[in-house]
């Protein structure tokens, strides 16, 4: 992995006569030519030459660029969102009359995608467990299934999901596999060494790392990005050239920040479990994980995120956060700073109490992103709240 953190770094856009050290931004709608000739070749597909920062802009490539060299891929395109990513990843390569095959635990956006708005286009789904058996991965495929897809780990319970096994089978029945990285970073799991035909990310999250910008980006097979390229350049869902250049910058400094985050989030579910206040925890490095072996297996750490269902439930949950004084609450996670939610009543709170039982999502379920912070800093404000 050594090689690909040098290499992301090192991996530019060429330089300008300027001679700039930093990449510049590219802050133009479009592109200009020399010629009509050279016009005509760009807009037949004939050169790389940019046209429209619809389509390309050298900041949007270059970070698109740096994550192929991280998860492996021969291709990407980077979008204006996370779930942009999930949809164009979707709507490129399903048609009507096929099937999407889909672990249940998954981001309430990503659900509400699949359930509602898939079947208008004739799309066909179903959920399996993320805990489910090879087996019952396999009985639940269909004739007509076209792709698997998949989030380990899962949000926010942090279900470990077996790649190996999940890309076995997906080889084997000659389905694409797709599979969202973003809890994980391409630092911690490369999905495509186990089998998966794309890798999609919300760089929003971990890849920005300081809670700045909106971003999304899709890897892997050319032949399936070429798809999603066509797809997402005619309905525009576009990454912005100034969010690509601030993403493409956060990268230099991910290896280093998600080692802190590791740690931090080790350290302090180690110190939450068995907790009087706490029914369980779960952290994908701690031995007491369901699917730790597999967690080791694949991961090289645990990664930044804690969960825990605390005694009392709902009611519990809403009190826990409204007496914290450090950890933020809000929408998102990935930050340098702590942050903390509850997602039976804001991110998953639109699924029915059936949807959320079946994914696990308990009333009491509270999710740390831990921050960079002093770990015993972010501990202290934890636990002055359970009291």
């Known amino acids: 992995m050594s090689d690909k953190i040098t290499r992301t770094i090192r991996t530019q856009i060429n330089r300008t006569p300027e001679m700039e050290h930093a990449a510049p931004m590219f802050l133009t709608s479009s592109f200009c030519f020399e010629d009509a000739e050279s016009m005509r070749a760009a807009f037949a597909d004939e ?21 192929c060299v991280l998860e492996g ?14 949809f164009g990843s979707f709507m490129a390569l399903l048609k009507q009359g096929d099937h999407l095959l889909s672990c249940n635990s998954i981001f309430g956006s990503t659900h509400t995608v699949i359930s509602k708005y898939l079947p208008k ?3 066909d789904y179903t959920y399996v467990p993320a805990t489910a058996t090879a087996a019952e991965w396999e009985a639940a495929i269909r004739p007509n299934t076209k792709m698997i897809y998949l989030e380990t780990p899962t ?6 999901i077996d790649l190996e096994m999940i890309g076995r089978l997906a ?41 700045r910008v909106l971003g999304g980006v899709v890897v892997g097979k050319k032949e399936l990005i070429k798809d999603i390229y066509l797809f997402c ?5 576009a990454l912005s050239p100034f969010n690509a250049w601030v993403l493409s910058k956060s990268l230099e400094t991910l290896d280093v920040r998600m ?11 180690s ?44 009611d519990a949950g809403r009190k826990f956060l409204d007496k914290l004084k450090m950890l933020s609450l809000t929408a998102n996670l990935g930050d340098t700073r702590s942050i903390a939610s509850h997602p039976a009543s804001t991110t998953h709170a639109k699924l029915t109490e059936t949807e959320r039982q079946a994914v696990n999502i308990t009333p009491g379920l509270i999710r740390i992103s831990v921050g960079l912070e002093h770990r015993d800093d972010i501990l202290a404000d934890i636990l002055q709240a359970l009291l």
């Open 47 to 67: 050169t790389d030459d940019n046209i429209y920062s619809r389509f390309s802009n050298p900041n949007v490539q270059e970070f698109t660029d740096r994550i």
């Open 73 to 86: 891929a021969e291709a990407g395109y980077a979008t204006a969102s996370g779930m942009s990513a999930v």
């Open 121 to 123: 286009y004739g799309i």
């Open 155 to 160: 949000n926010p319970g942090l279900d470990i």
């Open 171 to 211: 080889k084997n029945k000659g389905i694409i596999l797709n599979v969202d990285n973003c809890f994980a970073t391409p630092l911690n799991q490369r999905p495509i060494e186990y089998g998966a035909d794309l890798v999609v990310h919300s760089a929003t999250k971990w890849l920005d790392g300081q809670g």
């Open 233 to 237: 350049r005619s309905t525009g869902p």
């Open 259 to 269: 080692e802190r985050h590791a740690s931090n989030a080790l350290h302090i579910a």
């Open 271 to 314: 110190a939450l479990e068995g907790h009087e206040a706490i029914s369980w925890l779960k952290y994908p490095y701690l031995k007491s994980h369901p699917q730790y072996s597999i967690a080791e297996k694949q991961m090289q750490n645990g990664g930044g995120i804690v969960c825990f269902e605390l005694k009392g439930g709902l």
